[in-house]
């Protein structure tokens, strides 16, 4: 806490008020593609379902869920969706007079603090809120993503997270996740709990609740439906688990951050 204090500190001290140049939500299109391109401002993506396909002159990656992407100002690059698995993202354009040479094109964000930190900066633009919140929130973003610079990425997290995520309807269990990262239950739970901070049935259920939380806000389909998409039994288990994570129903939420669609689902019951 106090290294991310001192790393905003500095960050504080560089930025001045930023300028924003976009934020929104790109829903998936398996035809979506963008040709080669750059913007005069930076651009940070968050992967929040399918698989993108970036490419530059001297890079060519496959994002995904929990992959965050930076594009500095002048980085010219060409993304398109992967058919198979159409992507869905964040984005949000911005220029805070720094050319931020630390951050790479790709880190990844394991317990989805820069997802949050982004979404609370895409609602604030989408429902044009004052703006005295935006450099502080970009000030404690910018140290988030610096602080998951100087951390490196364990492969063996990465494949557990990734195989949850592709398999987040499955009735996962302990002893199956366990078996995926082939170790014993005891010595899988340990492992998992030193590099994540969480167990993992906690990361599970956290994580689909975020996805059930993105479908919410970024889909028309009724909650009915999106209970089990997630892996959660039914809409009554996902409106409790909703209550006591965050403290309000889905329809609540989907009411007070998108009033038309929630709207339609009214209409589609």
């Known amino acids: 806490?106090?290294?991310?204090?001192?790393?905003?500190?500095?960050?504080?001290?560089?930025?001045?008020?930023?300028?924003?140049?976009?934020?929104?939500?790109?829903?998936?299109?398996p035809a979506w593609r963008m040709a080669p391109h750059f913007h005069?401002?930076?651009?940070?993506?968050?992967?929040?379902?399918g698989r993108l396909l970036l490419k530059s002159v001297d890079l060519a990656l496959t994002?995904?869920?929990?992959?965050?992407?930076?594009y500095r100002a002048g980085f010219v690059h060409e993304e398109r969706a992967d058919p198979a698995a159409p992507v869905g993202t964040l984005f949000f354009s911005f220029d805070n007079g720094d050319q931020l040479?630390?951050?790479?094109?790709?880190?990844?964000?394991?317990?989805?603090?820069?997802?949050?930190?982004v979404a609370w900066?895409?609602?604030?633009?989408?429902d044009r809120r004052g703006t005295e919140m935006r450099r502080p929130l970009l000030e404690v973003l910018l140290g988030e993503l610096r602080r998951l610079c100087a951390v490196p990425r364990d492969p063996w997290l990465?494949?557990?997270?990734?195989?949850?995520?592709?398999?987040?309807?499955?009735?996962?269990?302990?002893?199956?996740?366990?078996?995926?990262?082939?170790?014993?239950?005891?010595?899988?739970?340990?492992?998992?709990?030193?590099?994540?901070?969480?167990?993992?049935?906690e990361e599970l259920r956290l994580i689909r609740l975020d996805q059930a939380r993105t479908l919410l806000l970024t889909t028309n389909l009724p909650v009915k439906a999106i209970a089990p998409a997630v892996g959660i039994?039914?809409?009554?288990?996902?409106?409790?688990?909703?209550?006591?994570?965050?403290?309000?129903?889905?329809?609540?939420?989907?009411?007070?951050?998108?009033?038309?669609?929630?709207?339609?689902?009214?209409?589609?019951?």
């Open 1 to 29: 806490m106090e290294e991310l204090a001192i790393n905003l500190s500095k960050i504080a001290l560089k930025s001045h008020d930023p300028q924003i140049f976009g934020a929104g939500f790109v829903h998936p299109d």
């Open 40 to 49: 005069s401002f930076h651009e940070i993506i968050v992967v929040i379902q």
């Open 63 to 70: 994002a995904g869920p929990g992959d965050i992407l930076f």
């Open 101 to 117: 040479p630390w951050l790479p094109v790709r880190v990844y964000d394991a317990q989805s603090r820069v997802r949050q930190l």
């Open 121 to 126: 900066l895409v609602d604030d633009f989408r």
């Open 158 to 201: 990465e494949n557990i997270l990734v195989f949850i995520r592709k398999n987040l309807a499955a009735p996962l269990t302990l002893d199956g996740l366990a078996r995926h990262g082939k170790m014993s239950k005891f010595a899988f739970v340990r492992k998992f709990k030193r590099l994540c901070g969480r167990t993992p049935m």
């Open 233 to 269: 039994g039914d809409e009554y288990q996902l409106s409790k688990l909703f209550r006591s994570h965050f403290n309000l129903s889905p329809r609540h939420l989907r009411t007070r951050s998108n009033p038309v669609t929630a709207k339609i689902e009214t209409a589609q019951r």
